[in-house]
């Protein structure tokens, strides 16, 4: 009886043996991603640990689960992963998720899991046996970084389109360009323009270029970069856009008029030509004399590529420049251009003017209408009576003296120039009234005082230092009339009331008389 006692023990013994659980543990979690991480666990076992009496393992099957609850379980959907159909006791197994190629098992960014290992046996009936769990928080990846940089070769129809994107190698790019409208400053996909940029990326960071055609001219548009992209642990494609930028298309002012030429210069005309910019169809010519500034000279605008230019002065230095004319803007001036018109057969004098008159003579003086000329003719008479035909000629200078006139009377005269083959047109002419007889005939005063101005508008000053040395001060009209007398010299005197013409002053000082002659206008 007792031995059969000891028999049964022994079996008991046997039995609890081959029963014995091992122990799972999870060790570490390594390697962490932002779609995974490196998961490493122990399997450990005591005396007779799932081991039959030859000692060979039974374990058929390691692995771990992973959940975002805290405690994990074996469930419909749960990420599940078995890394090995045996495994020895008192061994580690893994399982990086980083290189697995199974989408499904990526873990998802953002989101903390719980990670538990398992081991498990079929052999001798069925059995698993769990790890506690361990948490492991999956950081979110590092964005694509896309740039959109200065718009390049702006145009008035097109436009170059130019960014600049770095993946960091995390996501794979499923597509790539740009987005513009002259509408909608933050242009998307589904409201903007699309043009795609293909190409394969090689190395990053990497700038990609779009050449945009048949644009409105002078038009606002704004334009943003896009990438579509998908991470590894994401099913869905993302989409990222760019800061906008914006820029303008030109208008048809943005180049210049070119090859600015000057032709069939005359002595009064000349013609401007240039080639018009595309799309132009007004311009601005504008010419005076030499080294002008643009926009102070002479202006014609015209809807042709040739301009007469009229009214010019023979012999006489131009300068030339030309814009294009747009609806809201100008084009630049040209470079300056230069001519000289030819001279005139023979130029009229100008300046022509009198001085010295007395009650039979007059002084006469012009300046001649080139440098070349030292022949003229001068013809005088009566203002009211027409000037005869011809003249006396002068030669050497610009002067002449007449003589034998009537005291108090008005002559008028004119010169013209003669130039061997040519004579020039008689000049404007000069008119003037002698002195009454007498008045020339009085010596002149030491210091004279000065009156100014003179042609005058009505009002006349006086200025002498010696004022009060002056006794007496007399105005005559041309018709004799004696309109103003007075003992002393005034500052100003006013003959707005009084006709205009020709006005004799007489200065009493020093015993002396002195007389001018002063114009009302």
Not at 153 to 161: D, K
Not at 205 to 213: A, C, H
Not at 348 to 353: A, E, G, H, W
Not at 356 to 378: C, D, F, L
Request: glycine share 6%.
């Amino acid at each position: 009886m007792k031995r059969f006692i000891i028999i049964i023990l022994f079996g008991c013994l046997f039995f609890g043996k081959a029963i014995a659980q091992p122990t799972v543990v999870m060790q570490s979690i390594t390697n962490v991603s932002y779609y995974g991480a490196k998961l490493n666990a122990k399997l450990t076992g005591g005396f007779g640990s799932w081991t039959n009496t030859s000692g060979a393992g039974t374990v058929n099957g390691v692995g771990f689960i992973y959940d975002t609850i805290p405690m994990p379980v074996m469930r419909t959907g749960i990420q599940y992963k078995q890394v090995s159909t045996t495994s020895p006791m008192d061994s580690i197994f893994t399982f990086d998720i980083n290189t697995n190629t199974t989408p499904s098992l990526f873990m998802r960014s953002g989101k903390t899991y719980y990670v538990r290992a398992f081991a498990k046996k079929s052999i001798g009936g069925n059995d698993t046996v769990w790890s506690a769990p361990m948490s492991v928080y999956i950081p979110y990846p590092t964005s694509p970084t896309l740039v959109m940089k200065p718009t390049t070769n702006i145009e008035m129809f097109n436009a170059t389109l130019n960014a600049e994107f770095d993946t960091n190698d995390i996501a794979t790019i499923q597509g790539r360009g740009f987005v513009h409208s002259s509408v909608t400053p933050m242009p998307t996909i589904q409201t903007g323009t699309r043009a795609n940029v293909s190409g394969a990326i090689d190395t990053c960071p990497i700038t990609y270029s779009y050449n945009l055609n048949n644009l409105t001219s002078d038009l606002t548009y704004y334009a943003r970069a896009f990438v579509i992209f998908k991470y590894k642990n994401i099913f869905s494609n993302d989409t990222l856009y760019s800061d906008p930028i914006n820029f303008k298309t030109h208008d048809a002012c943005y180049a210049l008029p070119s090859d600015v030429k000057i032709d069939s210069v005359d002595i009064t005309t000349a013609i401007v030509s240039f080639i018009p910019a595309p799309f132009q169809t007004q311009w601005e010519v504008e010419y005076d004399f030499p080294g002008h500034t643009p926009g102070t000279g002479t202006s014609v605008i015209t809807t042709n590529d040739t301009v007469l230019l009229v009214g010019l002065t023979g012999g006489t230095s131009y300068s030339v420049f030309v814009r294009a004319i747009c609806s809201n803007s100008f084009s630049e001036w040209t470079e300056i251009k230069t001519f000289i018109t030819r001279p005139p057969l023979c130029a009229p004098i100008y300046n022509l003017s009198g001085s010295n008159y007395t009650h039979s003579s007059a002084k006469i003086t012009w300046m001649p209408g080139s440098a070349t000329q030292n022949r003229w003719e001068v013809r005088f008479g009566l203002f009211s009576q027409p000037l005869p035909n011809s003249g006396a000629i002068v030669e050497g200078d610009p002067i002449f003296v007449l003589v034998g006139l009537t005291p108090f009377t008005e002559y008028k005269v004119q010169v013209r120039a003669l130039c061997g083959l040519y004579d020039s047109d008689w000049s404007e002419p000069y008119s003037f009234i002698t002195l009454r007889q007498g008045l020339d005939d009085v010596k002149d005063v030491a210091s004279k005082v000065e009156i100014f101005p003179n042609p005058t508008n009505g009002t006349i000053y006086f200025k002498d230092e010696k004022k009060q040395d002056v006794s007496k001060i007399e105005i005559w009209s041309s018709l004799g009339e004696l309109i103003y007398k007075s003992d002393y010299l005034p500052e100003t005197l006013t003959l707005d009331n009084y006709s205009k013409g020709l006005y004799l002053v007489k200065i009493y000082k020093e015993d002396k008389v002195q007389i001018e002659k002063i114009i009302l206008n």
